[in-house]
């Protein structure tokens, strides 16, 4: 009977620890990309402490046009030299799906969102208010293609990225007004 008594309250545990041992190796499985990322919401105050973002996947033009469920990364980790659509049952080397069944669903593949405590959100709005550098997002994709943001870390612009930014800064120029002749 004490026998008993003990399974029935150690079994539950070493449940909780096999689905807890499970679920942190699931987590820290996979391989790590660097992604760059634009549009940041620093906290949202009723959604927690996440940052959101839109990734910005390097190689596409345009791809909000299009309902994602997958991608496929090319380059050698963590760097990512560009991206494409996949088809379905197109080989991929490194297949990144979205979650259907996540926050953002189909735009899975375009936004993100990273939880950040209390503690690092200060500095990190901060951070996220300078135009002068470039937010990049440590993403871990594991082997079925599912993906997870997993840290934010910022770099400066590029003089390349500098000109972008600031050729989007500029009010657009109107053509000279055509004089009607008498």
């Not at 105050?45 to 596409?60: A, T």
């Not at 909000?64 to 990512?80: K, M, Q, R, V, Y």
């Not at 991929?92 to 690092?120: E, I, K, N, T």
């Amino acid at each position: 009977m004490r026998a008993a008594r003990l399974a029935a309250a150690v079994l539950p545990l070493l449940g909780l620890g096999a689905l807890w041992a499970t679920s942190e190796r699931t987590y820290n499985t996979g391989t790590e990309w660097l992604v760059p990322v634009r549009g940041y919401d620093p906290r949202d105050y009723l959604r927690g402490h996440y940052v959101e973002f839109s990734y910005d996947w390097p190689g596409e033009e345009d791809l909000s046009d299009i309902a994602l469920s997958a991608l496929c990364l090319e380059g050698e980790a963590p760097n990512i030299a560009r991206v494409r659509w996949l088809q379905e049952d197109e080989a991929c080397d490194h297949p990144l799906r979205a979650d259907l069944s996540g926050v953002y669903s189909w735009d899975a593949l375009m936004r993100g969102r990273l939880y950040v405590g209390q503690d690092r959100a200060l500095a990190l709005e901060e951070e996220l208010r300078n135009r002068d550098q470039r937010g990049i997002v440590t993403i871990r994709q594991r082997e079925d293609g599912s993906f997870t943001p997993i840290a934010i870390r910022f770099r400066p612009l590029t003089p390349a990225e500098q000109a972008e930014r600031d050729a989007q800064d500029q009010p657009p120029t109107m053509p000279p007004a055509i004089m009607d002749a008498p």
